[in-house]
């Protein structure tokens, strides 16, 4: 039997538009007909046809996953255009310049100085189509990939963070869409796929959040985030032609072919069976291996660059890094490890198989690397070496089946044109009565699925493996808002991770949703003492070709935008995930901010457990008319129109006073309000520290009147609560003068919270109920 | 004083718990397995041995089941002339498995050919994270000697439930082989009770001794707990000097100064 | 060779993860189900005996304090 030859091409100089279109679907490469067009174009001028090799190279470098056409391309809304990713996001980084942000959306992660000769990389990505046809392999695969982004930067991962979006577990069975797998599903495999993998390499998982919505019935979200550490003098981006290309780790197979055009198409209900290769098996173990590994080769100084095998396996990480250095390679591609016989050089070329990265080594110090992963058990093998010229020539048994010119592989995808449409719902505030007693309304929301604990969750991930988690998850026995670090055995200083997420105002508003999600991860990361924080953005939005959701899309950039430089907090890496759709329609417009923040002393952090009874208790921000898509209204049964905005210029200088404060220390605890406001903030606070609580919402600072269940469960933005001993209340008061800041209340001995307004009691219940509400759920 | 640390593919505790013996004043070198199996590193040449936790070769088959297995197969001779001579073995989390799957643990006729014990999934069937309190003193351990009555320790892994044959409780409490019991904040032993038991091992069992006391396998993590702001709770109970888990581990760098 | 090895739990070794199994089972209706019990079953390729088999799942996949086994040929056993 002879086996076809190696080098196959596709005739495209011929074809007319609409027959494009066709190759590119019957091919799977998700490429459009204007690119189709251009690859065609580039061919005529080439003056022969692409091969298989070729046209796959291009379908994977263009995809939506890896170039980022949306973020990148021109977006007209209301008459005006703007590039998405330059004038928002990129755009905050460059007007702050801060010169502790090291390497910013150049590389797998971005990089900000931490002590000394240390630098902190953070990346956070998506991995939600894989999690919704295969959970536990999804998610694992999902938290091993963006380990592989530390990896990828030289680092040492030293933390992982994760933020799952699901449906509600309650749904019925009978509404479940064919072929979608129900939350509840979901939610036990992905939340074991994230632990398997995490736990088996022994990361901590020290920070997450887990949200409930209909629209993710269809299409669950999985953020995976992961923290790295990065000596600065051993991040090595140097390559010179000569250097052999070294691909390391597991070997190759079909797994993942076409992963990257996956997860860049809407989910239907077929995914599941067309898709089975998108899928893959994570293998913690062998990535644990590969880390060992790499970590000696960085100690010694042998590689002179690295990245990880992500989207588009080789054909993307060995064209970048030829690209990036500004010369060529050459790869033989018969050299890959494979899992099997039979594959296609463009199936070997594309596969996303996991637990593989591609490292540049000097030929001098080859020998040396290679011995370095065979004492790991882990294989390695140069497969090519970096060229003088911008080609990237790609053998199979000395057959050539590609030549690249890498300049227009990377440049001359055409820039996407779109419209965008922003019309704001049309939507109404409630009215209704308020209730006698607040104590009812404040025990359903803290047992609601999106308020209610997170412990069972929390307890399957290890937190605390490497002995370096100073402010855990549970810390205190509540609900932390940020976990601390401390990354170095020989300093003090820490890291402070925390997220901002709030997908129920973008049904309102994708503008002060994408801001309060910016203020909520900088309030949760400055409530432990974390300041000078870096942000990461991860957009999950619907099919961004559709005007009215890339116009949530604009509002949401713009949201976060203006809120990034009103706190001074630059982005340094981020990720959008577009495409987010499944039968049941678009996903709520979600965007994910994680915070980076550091804390000069460990010993200083603060958590939220009230510490005694005798002390005050501060409401710092002002309390306003802002229960659009909160929780109590959602219990009463409505959205509301009042979404909490964000007054920036406030909240800077009240964190900074309040770090300010904490540095005295004067802050014995403090909770940032979020979902529930004041009194779920409040009741989590003394149920934690078991301290009872007296408050008084008549000395809530206001904007304007409002009605004493509107105070105690407005969603405002800015706030947090804090408790000082009385004896250190006048310095404290000095410290926050000139701000929104008032003692609404003490800590008591009774296990209770007492709610009143003046003479007036609102709401009386024990700790223990309180507790028990929030821990029912889940 | 030198400590081998020994890892294998998927062990992952070996940084923090070589750091915390660095910190106790003595040599602590992370040692592969295949080196010890090639024969390019002697176990004889350290004063001590320590298998810390992780998931070495993934958990498949049983957690520490190859790694014990192998150690058992081709040092199996050395090992029980390092454990006769008296020198320290800890295992710690995957370390305990390993030492149960090595015939190291119970030990009631010194080093077994096959296991004497088991240490099964959990019986809430899952991975769980939580400190917990636990009782020493009823066993000759000398590196549990001297504690106060409640310790607090982590406890992190999916199979850790001590499953014994018949008769093998009874002959652990005679011999004063239970070294640590999982209980109350009360110091009561936890009588089976989630979470305090965190695993629904029997007889509270959180650590075992062999006869002769220098072999300690134990669930939870010292080095986790080896300072107090490690603790979950240190904001409120204070996050100055050493917790608990340095206290085990001094006890046996201390065991070895003497010996 | 061919041989198929099955490890279950001893007889009153608690089988945590049948028994969540079970809970699930009946969580999803399937009031029917009284027991769920788990093994683990290895298929085992090469030149070897039944007694080298044997020796196998006592030297290694097998825990005599907590673990039954059982051994099948499936092609190719003398017997």
């Given at each position: ?123 956070v ?36 963070t994760d933020v799952l979006c699901f449906?509600p577990l ?17 939610h ?17 998982t020290v920070n997450g959040a887990i949200y409930f919505d209909r629209s993710y019935?269809?299409?669950?979200l999985v953020f995976?985030g ?201 939507l109404?505030e409630p ?7 607040l104590g009812g309304d404040l025990l359903r929301i803290l047992g609601s699925p999106n308020v209610a604990s997170r412990e069972g969750v929390i307890?399957?991930y290890?937190h ?7 402010l855990k998850p549970i810390h205190g026995y509540g609900p932390g808002d940020a976990a601390v ?11 402070v991770l925390s997220n901002g997420l709030n997908p129920e105002y973008g049904k309102i508003d994708p503008y002060w949703m994408a801001a309060s999600a910016v203020d909520e991860a900088v309030r949760n990361n400055t409530a432990v003492g974390g300041r000078?924080i870096a942000l990461l953005d991860n957009f999950c ?11 949530q899309?604009?509002r949401a950039?713009?949201g976060c935008s203006d809120t990034a430089?009103a706190h001074g907090t630059?982005f ?15 996903v709520t417009p979600t965007l994910l901010i994680s915070a980076l923040g550091?804390i ?5 952090a603060v958590s939220m457990d009230l510490k ?5 208790l501060y409401v710092l921000g002002t309390t306003r008319d802002e229960l659009g898509g909160s929780h109590y209204y959602k219990i009463k049964g409505h959205t509301g129109k009042n979404v909490p905005r964000v007054y920036p210029d406030e909240a800077r200088e009240l964190f900074e006073a309040l770090i300010?404060a904490m540095?005295?220390?004067?802050v014995r605890a403090c909770h940032d309000l979020s979902e529930g406001g004041l009194g779920v903030a409040a009741a989590e606070m003394a149920f934690a520290g078991?301290v009872?609580l007296?408050l008084?919402l008549?000395k809530v600072p206001l904007a304007g009147?409002m009605r004493e269940d509107k105070v105690f469960f407005s969603e405002s933005n800015s706030r947090l609560l804090v408790e000082v ?11 926050l003068?000139?701000h929104s800041v008032a003692s609404i209340g003490?800590t ?5 919270l007492?709610v ?6 609102l709401l009386?219940a024990?700790l223990?109920?309180l507790r028990d509400a929030w821990e029912a759920s889940l | ?234 904001t ?24 | ?79």
């Amino acid at each position: 039997m002879s086996s076809p030859p190696a080098r196959l091409t596709v005739p495209l100089r011929s074809l007319g538009e609409d027959e494009l279109l066709r190759t590119s679907r019957e091919r799977q490469l998700s490429l459009s007909r204007e690119e189709m067009g251009t690859i065609r174009d580039h061919f005529r001028a080439a003056g022969r046809e692409p091969t298989d090799v070729e046209l796959e190279t291009f379908a994977q470098t263009w995809s939506e996953h890896c170039i980022h056409k949306t973020f990148k391309g021109r977006i007209e809304l209301d008459g005006e255009v703007i590039e998405l990713f330059r004038d928002t996001i990129a755009g905050v980084t460059s007007k702050l310049r801060l010169p502790w942000c090291f390497s910013v959306f150049e590389d797998n992660a971005g990089l900000v100085d931490f002590e000394g000769e240390m630098a902190l990389a953070f990346k956070v990505e998506t991995h939600n189509h894989p999690s919704a046809v295969e959970p536990f392999g999804g998610a694992a695969t999902g938290v091993g990939g963006v380990i592989r982004d530390i990896l990828g930067v030289w680092g040492e991962p030293i933390a992982n963070t994760d933020v799952l979006c699901f449906g509600p577990l309650d749904l019925p069975y009978e509404e479940l869409p064919p072929g979608v797998k129900h939350p509840r599903f979901i939610h036990s495999y992905v939340v074991a796929g994230i632990g398997a993998y995490g736990n088996n390499m022994g990361i901590p998982t020290v920070n997450g959040a887990i949200y409930f919505d209909r629209s993710y019935v269809g299409n669950p979200l999985v953020f995976c985030g992961t923290l790295g550490l990065v000596p600065k003098a051993k991040y090595a981006r140097d390559v010179k032609p000569g250097d052999a290309v070294l691909l390391v780790g597991g070997k190759t197979g079909r797994d993942g072919v076409h992963g990257v055009t996956f997860a860049s198409a809407e989910l239907h209900e077929r995914s599941e069976e067309v898709s089975a290769t998108a899928v893959q098996i994570g293998d913690p173990i062998e990535e644990e291996k590969i880390k060992r590994g790499i970590l000696r080769v960085r100690e010694l100084g042998l590689g002179s660059a690295i990245t990880d095998l992500g989207g588009g396996g080789l054909s993307s990480a060995v064209g970048e890094m030829a690209h990036r250095a500004g010369l060529g390679a050459l790869v033989h591609l018969e050299r890959v490890p494979l899992k099997y016989p039979g594959m296609r050089p463009w199936e070997v070329w594309i596969s996303e198989s996991q637990e593989r990265m591609l490292l540049a080594v000097p030929k001098a110090n080859l020998d040396r690397v290679m011995e370095h992963f065979a004492e790991e058990e882990v294989e390695a093998t140069p497969i090519g070496e970096f060229v003088p010229g911008k080609r990237l020539r790609v053998l199979y048994r000395g057959e050539e089946v590609a030549d690249l010119d890498l300049a227009f592989l990377f440049r001359g995808c055409p820039m996407v044109a779109r419209k965008a449409k922003w019309k704001p719902p049309r939507l109404e505030e409630p009215s209704f009565p308020m209730d006698k007693d607040l104590g009812g309304d404040l025990l359903r929301i803290l047992g609601s699925p999106n308020v209610a604990s997170r412990e069972g969750v929390i307890r399957t991930y290890d937190h605390e493996v490497r002995a370096a988690t100073i402010l855990k998850p549970i810390h205190g026995y509540g609900p932390g808002d940020a976990a601390v670090l401390r990354p170095l055995y020989d300093s003090w200083k820490g890291a402070v991770l925390s997220n901002g997420l709030n997908p129920e105002y973008g049904k309102i508003d994708p503008y002060w949703m994408a801001a309060s999600a910016v203020d909520e991860a900088v309030r949760n990361n400055t409530a432990v003492g974390g300041r000078r924080i870096a942000l990461l953005d991860n957009f999950c939005f619907g099919n961004p070709e559709r005007p009215e959701v890339l116009g949530q899309l604009v509002r949401a950039a713009k949201g976060c935008s203006d809120t990034a430089l009103a706190h001074g907090t630059p982005f340094i890496s981020g990720k959008d995930s577009l495409y987010n759709e499944s039968p049941l329609g678009p996903v709520t417009p979600t965007l994910l901010i994680s915070a980076l923040g550091i804390i000069p002393d460990v010993r200083r952090a603060v958590s939220m457990d009230l510490k005694g009874p005798g002390h005050r208790l501060y409401v710092l921000g002002t309390t306003r008319d802002e229960l659009g898509g909160s929780h109590y209204y959602k219990i009463k049964g409505h959205t509301g129109k009042n979404v909490p905005r964000v007054y920036p210029d406030e909240a800077r200088e009240l964190f900074e006073a309040l770090i300010k404060a904490m540095d005295m220390g004067l802050v014995r605890a403090c909770h940032d309000l979020s979902e529930g406001g004041l009194g779920v903030a409040a009741a989590e606070m003394a149920f934690a520290g078991s301290v009872g609580l007296e408050l008084d919402l008549g000395k809530v600072p206001l904007a304007g009147r409002m009605r004493e269940d509107k105070v105690f469960f407005s969603e405002s933005n800015s706030r947090l609560l804090v408790e000082v001993r009385e004896e250190d209340s006048p310095e404290f008061e000095a410290a926050l003068r000139g701000h929104s800041v008032a003692s609404i209340g003490k800590t008591v001995d009774d296990k209770e919270l007492v709610v009143k307004k003046g003479k007036k009691t609102l709401l009386k219940a024990g700790l223990d109920a309180l507790r028990d509400a929030w821990e029912a759920s889940l | 004083m030198n400590f081998c640390i020994l890892r294998a593919p998927g062990t992952n505790c070996d940084g923090e718990t070589a750091r915390a013996l660095e910190e106790l004043g003595c040599g602590a070198e992370v040692v592969h397995l295949k080196r010890l199996l090639d024969g390019r590193v002697d176990i004889l040449g350290y004063s001590g041995l320590v298998i810390p936790g992780g998931f070495s070769y993934g958990d498949h088959i049983r957690s520490g089941a190859i790694v014990g297995r192998v150690l058992s197969h081709a040092l199996g001779e050395r090992l029980s002339r390092f454990v006769d001579e008296g020198r320290p073995v800890l295992g710690i989390c995957n370390g305990f498995q390993v030492l149960a799957e090595a015939g190291l643990l119970p030990g009631f006729e010194g080093t077994s050919r096959f296991p004497e014990m088991a240490l099964s999934k959990n019986a809430s069937s899952h991975f769980e994270d939580r400190w917990v309190h636990l009782r020493a003193g009823e066993s000759s351990c000398p590196f549990t000697k001297g504690m106060p009555p409640v310790l607090r320790m982590p406890v992190a892994h999916g199979e850790g439930r001590v499953v014994l044959p018949p008769g093998g409780l009874e002959r652990l409490e005679a011999n004063g082989q239970v070294a640590l019991r999982y209980a109350l904040g009360s110091g009561e032993p936890a009588g089976g009770r989630y979470p305090e038991n965190p695993n629904g091992s029997a007889g509270d069992i959180a650590g075992i001794t062999n006869p002769q006391g220098n072999v300690l396998g134990l669930m939870p993590h010292p080095e986790r707990a080896f300072l107090r702001i490690l603790y979950p709770d240190w904001t409120r109970t204070g996050g100055e000097g050493y917790g608990d888990g340095y206290l085990l581990l001094r006890n046996m760098v201390e065991y070895v100064r003497r010996l | 060779m061919l041989w198929e090895v099955r490890v279950s739990y001893k007889r009153g070794v608690q089988d945590s993860e049948g028994e969540s199994t079970l809970k699930g089972l009946k969580a999803l209706g399937f009031g029917g189900v009284e027991g769920v019990s788990t093994a683990k079953v290895y298929l085992i390729k090469g030149n070897c005996s039944r007694g080298d088999v044997e020796e196998i799942c006592r030297r290694l996949l097998a825990n005599p304090v907590s673990q039954d086994y059982t051994i099948r040929g499936i092609e190719g056993e003398d017997e």
